[in-house]
Each structure stands twice: as structure tokens, then as C-alpha cells.
């Protein structure tokens, strides 16, 4: 009876690693199609060159030169960065002119992104609550939040949003990398 049960445990640890493996494998995929999608939608918005209102937001170090991430932090880190982007872009950006169906569209693919982090978030909460309040975390959050009081002092004037879009941009590259650590 005993032996019974601990070959099921097996089976199951076995079953439940091997699930994983692929949502991750599968989750990869995903983001970095979404990442790409990203990218193209913010390039799809007008641009003009306001060189004079560029500034240095300071992107956390750890963030931008990470180390390699286990796949669960990474996640975590993707997932607190699109949905700081997502709440970038819920600013007024009426002055832009920007076509409404193409930020639409971007909003579209940051939520389907961050839902498919949720399912891999919600497996083991306890990992990402030590993430939360991390100092990584908190410089992250800082450094979204310089951008959002940016646009805020540039009464979200159009150029304002073009310097704020380039930012973003620099943000995918990052966030691909980290998408790598889910091929691990």
C-alpha cells in the first residue's frame, strides 16, 4: 500500500515538472511574439523628433544587466513591467494625435501578455511575494513612475509622449531577454 502511494507521488511530482517545462517552453513563445507585437504597434504611432525634451529616466541596473533570472523572478519581472507600461499609457495622450485603434491594439496585447504570466504567477504565490517588496521591485516601480510624473510636469504635451514612447521602447529588448530565461 505504501509503495503504491509513493510511486503515485512520483508520478505526480514527475507529471507536474513536465507540465511546467512546457507552459514555460509555450509561455516563451508567447511573449515573445507579444514583445515583437509591442514593439510594431509603438512604431506604428506618430513620431516627431523632440530631442530637446529627452532625459534619462534611469532604468534600474539589475533590470537592464540581469543576471540569469530563474524563470519564475523573470516572469515576475515581465509581468511588473507590462503592466507599469500598460499604466503608462492609460495617461491622457489626446495631444498626440496617436491613432486611438493602434493604442487600443497595444493595451490588447500587454493584458493577454500579463494573463499568460498570471498562470504561471499563480502556482507558487509564495515565490513572487518575496519579489514584491524586493528592492529590483522598487526601483522599478520608481523608475515608471519618473516617467509618469514626466509626462505629468510636460502637462502630457506631444513631444513629452515621444520621448516617453522611445523609453517604452527600450523596455522590450529587456523584457526579451528576461523571456529568454524561461528556455532554461
Known amino acids: 500500500m505504501t509503495n503504491g502511494c509513493i ?21 516563451r513563445l508567447y511573449q ?3 514583445s515583437v507585437t509591442c514593439q510594431e504597434l509603438l512604431l506604428q504611432l506618430n513620431v516627431r523628433p523632440c530631442l530637446e525634451d529627452r532625459i534619462n529616466f534611469k532604468l534600474p541596473e539589475k533590470i537592464k544587466h540581469q543576471q540569469q533570472f530563474k524563470k519564475k523572478d523573470a516572469a515576475f519581472l515581465i509581468h511588473e513591467m507590462l503592466q507599469n507600461i500598460f499604466s503608462v499609457f492609460t495617461n491622457d495622450f489626446s495631444s498626440t494625435g496617436w491613432n486611438k485603434t493602434i493604442v487600443e491594439n497595444l493595451f ?13 504567477l499563480k502556482e507558487k504565490p509564495e515565490e513572487s511575494l518575496a519579489w514584491r517588496n524586493s528592492m529590483a521591485i522598487l526601483h522599478l516601480k520608481s523608475y515608471y513612475r519618473r516617467l509618469q510624473r514626466y509626462l505629468k510636469d510636460k502637462e502630457y504635451s506631444s ?8 523609453e517604452i521602447m527600450r523596455n522590450f529588448p529587456i523584457i526579451s531577454k528576461l523571456t529568454d530565461c524561461f528556455q532554461n
Not at 513631444?159 to 522611445?166: F, G, K, P, S
Open 7 to 27: 510511486l503515485q507521488t512520483l508520478l505526480l511530482l514527475c507529471f507536474s515538472t513536465t507540465a511546467l517545462s512546457i507552459s514555460y517552453k509555450a509561455l
Open 32 to 34: 515573445s511574439s507579444g
Open 159 to 166: 513631444c513629452a509622449w515621444m520621448v516617453v514612447r522611445a
Open 108 to 120: 490588447g496585447e500587454l493584458h493577454k501578455q500579463m494573463d499568460r504570466l498570471e498562470t504561471i
